[in-house]
């Protein structure tokens, strides 16, 4: 009977030994804490791993040693009994953690903090291990949190705990690698930009890269970082904090890296010397996107002739098409080959003009150079320059002045009387306001003959130019169509100056654009210069025509004075700065960014970014008939869906590079990016609102409670 005691006292010390060997967890705001050991005992002369186990709430986030853009680190103040000697607390690689238009790094979910322990040859036969931790836990609120945490341990010979010996093992094992990382270099480019430069063959493959400093004021924690592949070597470049360039000492950190890399570790500690450079890297190639890779160049010749006859009804080139139009009228008596040569010379200005274009955007882009479709426009000479062009038409159109028998006599190498040359010229000014347009079917091609060789990307622009010419190709070369026009006669006049007014309001579109680029000094400017100028066509036209050859020479001395003064006063002496932003944004728009982006899809939302212009008249439709309407954006609220305007009004490189991803090279182009990283649906270049709730409806996530809150809303005090 008395063994049977000491068996069963025996058998109860055993249980209890082999117990976890961790305190009862300490309940807190939306967080358990509680201190852990890898053992169930403290062996005398040998390390002891001890861990700090968070477990917030499902949603809830800790923080990393550098907490990034906002937060606090999690903190252990250590109470030993005297001899034991606690190292550094051993961080597993953080997670980023986009918090609206900030950057966390921390642990969303439960992390073990390491810390080993060194324990003295002579210790009591109970150990209290103690420690006061601290921590900040978040959600959409931040909850500062600290607890006075124990763990008794018995001393004996180090037994593996059942439960937590595991887990601390494995932890340990995924703990950023600090012995056989790869050689890093790191260069600080004029400032602003970090490259991050490592071998191709320390990771297993090409994935994603991120880098998380250790100490705060190296980079900016928000901005995106981008993998560049340059031969054997592949980059990752991020922005730099300001002030970077100041700062002494190492970039120390951890790079972490998916797949992984080559040793076999996931992350490593990396802490190379910086090298300053005066110049930024020169932009990575686009990667092509499935829209584009998709693409044959049967398909791109078919999309583009299937275009160019669409943009004959955009809105932008649609004021021309009446001038056209009045040609045909006066021409609709003439001989048949008379026709077919006013269609032929049309089409022929189209094709010189899309030539010219495509010729100098693909020369720029081969330079160096991120443009696009439109390009032209983004230069405030050129839209002052088209404006004058316009308002010296509408004059034409309105009576103000007609060139008379003897000045087409002396121009006649250049004009002839038949209207040949107008023919041409017509094209050539169709060309000039249909460049800012992307019509259906348009965009796709056009971002297909960037990337091809200059020989395919001019078939592809020759494909587009015979698309816009053919409709007058068709008209020209059927007789019996033209013959049921109108007779000519003194209708036309009237017609003709009714014509007039589609030409004003073009003028006024490219003024309000002048203004967006460069300001209202600039608008008063021109407007005075084309007032000068109009003054000087009215005096040719009014006194041109008088006998007296002294009155006709001072008219056109005078006409020449008022133009070249208008020319002077309403040139664009201003500049434009590269990448500068016009987007406007009111109500729930924001201006777009790549980093902006990132941050919205990485907090769980769907991103629709608007790429637009001032100087493209399909956008600013599609956003007052569309996009403004109160139904889609009560959509856009309703599914969580964060709205962006990328203004290329003025030359953006990181636009055109986003446009290039995008397969695309002008604009409109609407963008509807699900959260996470998938893949971007592009809607068609004409919106409607059934196509823009139902792309929404198909990409956005549940509908949005009354309960739930944006994450861009977050209270930033409430985080740091």
Known sequence: MQLAKYALVALVLTGVLSLPAAANPVRRDHIDVELIASTTSVQPGRTLTVALRLKPDEHWHTYWKNPGDSGLATQIDWQLPEGFRAGPIQWPAPQRIDVGPLANYGYDGEVLLLTDIEVPDSIPANVPIRAAASWLVCEEICIPGDAELVLDLPAGPAAADPVWAARIAKVRAALPDAANGPEVEAVLAAGQQWILSLPRSALRDVGQLSFFPEEEGWIEYASRQQVVEQGDTVQLRFAAAAGAAGKQGRLN???????????????????????????????????????????????????????????????????????????????????PASLRSHGLLFALGVLVCFWAVAG????????????????????????????????????????????????????????AQSGYADAFLSGVIATLVATPCTAPFMGAALGFAITQSAPLAMAVFTALALGMAAPYLVLSFSPKLVGRLPKPGTWMVSLKQALAFPLYLTVVWLVWVLGRQIGVDAVAR?????????????????????????????????????ALTGVVLGWPHDSVPQGSSLATTSGNWKTWSPDAVAAARGSGQPVFVDFTAAWCVTCQVNKRLVLNRDTVQARFRERNVVTMVADWTNRDPQISLALDALGRSGVPVYALYPPGNGAPMLLPELLTEAIVLEAIDQIAGPVRTAASRDPSGISIDQEK
């Open 253 to 335: 950190g951890v790079l972490v890296a998916m797949p992984g890399f080559a040793n076999g570790s996931s992350s490593v500690v990396v802490s190379p010397a910086v090298t300053l450079t005066d110049t930024l890297p020169a932009p990575p190639p686009p990667v092509a996107s499935a829209a584009r890779s998709s693409l044959t160049l049967a398909v791109a010749l078919a999309f583009a002739f299937i275009g160019g006859v669409i943009l004959n009804l955009m809105p932008c080139v649609f004021p021309v098409v009446g001038i056209k139009v009045l040609t045909f009228v006066e021409n609709s008596r003439s001989s």
């Open 360 to 415: 100098a955007l693909l020369a720029l882009r081969a330079g160096g150079a991120t443009l696009g479709w439109g390009f032209q426009l983004q230069s405030p000479l050129v839209v002052s320059a088209l404006a004058l062009l316009f308002f010296v038409l509408a004059l034409n159109m309105s009576g103000v002045f007609e060139l008379g028998s003897r000045a087409q006599q002396l121009a006649g190498s250049v004009r």
């Open 526 to 562: 021109l407007m005075i210069g084309m007032t000068m100028f109009g003054a000087g066509l009215w005096v040719y036209g009014r006194w041109n025509t008088s006998s007296a050859a002294r009155v006709r020479m001072t008219a056109r001395a005078m006409a020449m004075l008022l």
